[in-house]
């Protein structure tokens, strides 16, 4: 099997090498069929944010999937949800989101909380590894992007994720139109 890469970044089998992403995204890898195909890369903290990360390896938007934590409540029950959105795009939390959640309000969950919860970095936060108690929405149109690039808990390295196999993670829900 192939790995999945991109010609300014040189992958390698990312269940080979869990000191590259967070504990929660190790884990997460040794127990999901679709691993084999997932390749692991090594970035420039400094670049980890979707831009500049962009920019620096040449990386079109539509090749990378920005995963951000939302919430709500609803009767005193919090929600909480990752959207995993093309990064040309923004979720539709305030729409969208809020009605998949069936909240009154959703707004982005507090970064503090999304780092303890998840055991992941800021700016490295990924779909894979998320509390399982968590709603994962992808994005429909990620799934056909033959690579995506995804954080991997930390940010000195990045995922590269065939777009199909997002589908397949556990708990996902693709969402037509998640992204505007």
């Keep these: 099997m192939t790995l999945p ?16 992403v967070a504990p929660p ?6 127990g999901w069929a679709g691993a084999a195909e997932v390749a692991v890369v090594d970035i420039d903290p400094d670049l980890a944010d979707t831009a500049a ?3 620096a390896y040449g990386i079109p938007l539509t090749a990378s999937g920005n995963c951000v934590i939302v919430s709500g409540v609803r009767a005193g029950d919090e929600r909480i949800a990752a959207c ?10 305030n729409t969208l989101v809020r009605k998949l959640l069936d909240v009154r309000k959703c707004s982005f969950h507090p970064m503090d909380r999304a780092v303890e919860e998840t055991g992941m970095e800021h ?10 108690a968590w709603r994962l929405l992808v994005h429909d149109a990620l799934l056909d992007e033959p ?11 990045k995922l590269l994720v065939p777009g199909r ?3 397949d993670l556990p708990g996902a829900e693709v969402v037509d139109g998640l992204g505007r």
């Design 84 to 93: 995993v959105v093309r990064a040309d795009t923004r979720a539709d939390v």
């Design 25 to 30: 995204v190790a884990t997460a890898l040794a």
């Design 165 to 167: 196999l997002l589908a």
């Design 53 to 55: 990360m962009s920019e």
């Design 123 to 132: 700016g490295g936060i990924t779909p894979l590894g998320l509390p399982p």
């Design 5 to 20: 890469s991109l010609p300014s970044l040189s992958s390698l089998p990312a269940v080979e090498h869990p000191e590259l």
């Design 147 to 157: 690579v995506v690039v995804v954080g991997s808990g930390v940010r000195r390295s």
